[in-house]
């Protein structure tokens, strides 16, 4: 079946890096976008980034752009979200998410999610 695994969240200070992965199983990354996504306490999800692995076409949020990149390996089966500069209103749980062939930025057009990893910055 279809799995989602995010990894490599922490404590980091401001300005810090952390990069992210989502181990996916179960599907053939190919044909698939893998989206990131994050919620801080209070707020809703919201859309960060999202990669479609087929041509890695990419997508980032204004509040990333320039801070954040996302990459994937297919034959590891892994994308990952390399986190650059990191500010405190970055923290949040970061989720990865799949849908068929095409990024957005929408919550409800993912089909299937990942258990989410914590990502606090705080000096």
């Known amino acids: 079946q279809v799995q989602l695994v995010e990894s490599g969240g922490g404590l980091v200070q401001p300005g810090g890096s952390l990069r ?3 181990a996916a199983s179960g599907f053939t990354l190919d044909y698939y976008a893998i989206g990131w996504f994050r919620q801080a306490p209070g707020k809703e999800r919201e859309g960060v980034s999202c990669i479609r692995s087929s041509d890695g076409s990419t997508y980032y949020a204004d509040s990333v752009k320039g ?3 996302i990459s994937r390996d297919n034959a ?5 979200l390399q986190m650059n500069s990191l500010k405190p209103e970055d923290t949040a749980v970061y989720y990865c998410a799949q849908r068929e ?5 929408y919550v409800p057009d993912y089909n299937y999610w990942g258990q989410g990893t914590q990502v606090t910055v705080s000096s």
């Open 20 to 22: 992210l992965s989502c």
């Open 67 to 69: 801070r954040f990149t």
């Open 76 to 80: 590891k089966h892994t994308v990952y």
């Open 101 to 105: 062939y095409y990024c957005s930025i």
